[in-house]
């Protein structure tokens, strides 16, 4: 029985994704020398790829790294001397507060309840704050931050850095790069790629500001700061050997994703979105997590279940259909659909003929 | 024209790759959960497949990270307070002790010349040294250091750290883990994979080490410390979502080599070295790198060309042999050959009769 990865990453494969890896294999893409003229091509075609896709301005450098978790821990390494200020409102935005407290910084800690999002008026960042940390999609709660609130704490606090995790949220959301400094994701999500490679996305700010911090003789890290990851990137190349089968998938999916057109995607994802929460709403056995409905995330949707979720993800499983469990003290309450490019509408309606 | 590449790394994919990859399509291992128990299986198997192909004893921890450039920061920021003491004879070797320069250590450095090895008698370790950092197999050179010269350095220096980078030289170096502390490579080399995942092996004293820094409240990194790679490893686990397809063929690959068994690819690997050394000795047009036998490098042989290296590089890639150029400022007088068990006799002999 062919089955379908509801979960939120790893997921299911996008289905062009095993034709790439066979055209990969036939042209050698494995065996290349990855400071080769073949390698820099495939760097600059999915970095372009990339660009056009989430329209990202000139002043925006990509740099590819092994995982967001590593993401997370580059950005604070080089973007903050001192402070970092934090919105945490589940297991993903705690991660980024903790590799901050990690790596002996003195993170401001700004907290939601579960399941609930940030209200822009009861937010206080500390005035020596250097970079606001902003998870847009909550993976473990399927809460999501409109990207116009991102804009405005950006004109609220310009002289700020502001890191956005769009971990699983890219390519649907709509971000603004005009009101940010530093976005981040990986790739086994929102492009239905194997895992083993995360992205930054990092202007100008912020190389400025590890210079900055190096120059100060603060320990920046070594070939993935800013400075070096930059250094290699200018020549389409990495400062390590990197996954290059990963960087030609994310570059082939970025093109066929860019055949469909993102405002396609988009809009599609809105409609398998709004099908999954009104079934959740009716449906006696379930509850949207989120209550709020602007908090609502389109790309991962919560419910909470009436009774043990383990159980019912296990009778799912052997229709075919794998659902993500809760996360963390959730695990048996909640189950947790992702809802990618990847997951058709048709796919989605068979799920929920399932779930009825 | 089928190509053979006889590149250091990335290299000709082991020829069981391409089955293994499809098969872990067919069974979805690149959508599994990396917190399920069929991933735990797959982490488990590979790291168990690792151990015992190396013979590495029970006291020892796997740790899955993304390069063997990262090998090189996690050891010195979870080993070294402020002193390493570097084995340098190339660029892998200074990179490692570049690596500590940038984590703003004190590092020692020790030089022998660019196509020379070490003589135990003349290197000084300095007292307050925490760990020697020795590079086994130099790929930019292809000099190697005998297992022997590092259980003689652990002898005398039993106090202290002894970090091994057998990047290029793994499964084919025969280590005594008895006398080192941590080892490390990636699998685009040795074991003919895709790059995108790096490997460290470090024993109890490093864990303890990277736990009495984390104490002092140093550095030592976010979810890659030590402390982090174990608890997660203990479950059989990562920290963050991994190269999950490139820990399933480590293992499989490992698996494929126990059957040959490693006594059979070791003897192997001799012959054909010692047919390319030959080879080289004896054509006017060539001449080894390394003139001191004992530390010629079975797995990388680099030899000086006459002409510029760049034009017999180009007609034999032409033939389908890839060949791998000097390193660095030896980029257009080397070529380098590796000599892992992906390269079978029969290449290695058509190889000649070509540059014959």
Redesign the interface.
Known sequence: MK?I?F?P?????YPT??AH?ENA?HE?I?????RSSRFKDIFKATRDNLKILLEIPDNFHIFF??????A??RI?ENCVQHKSSHLVNGAFSERFY??AL???KEPQKIMASFGNGFYEHEIEIDADSELICVTQNETSTGVALSPDFISRMKRRHPEKLIAVDVVSSVPYAALDYKFLDCAFF?V?KGFG?????GVIIANERCIQKAQSLQEK?F?I?????FPSLLKQAQKCQT????????IYLLGKVCADYLQSGLSEIRKQTEIKSVALYEFFENHPQYKPFVKEESFRSHTIIVSETISESSSMISRAAKQGF?I?SGYGNYKNRHIRIANFPVHSLDNVKSLLVYLR
Chains 1, 2 share one sequence.
């Open positions: 089955k990865y979960t990453g790893p997921t299911e494969l994704v095993a890896i294999l050698d494995c065996s290349i020398s990855h790294i092994g995982s967001a978790t590593e997370m821990e604070i903790k590799t990690d790596l002996k990986s086994q790629l194997p895992a083993g490679l003789d320990d890290g070594s070939y993935h700061n400062s390590e050997t990197p996954n290059v089968l990963a794998i993500g």
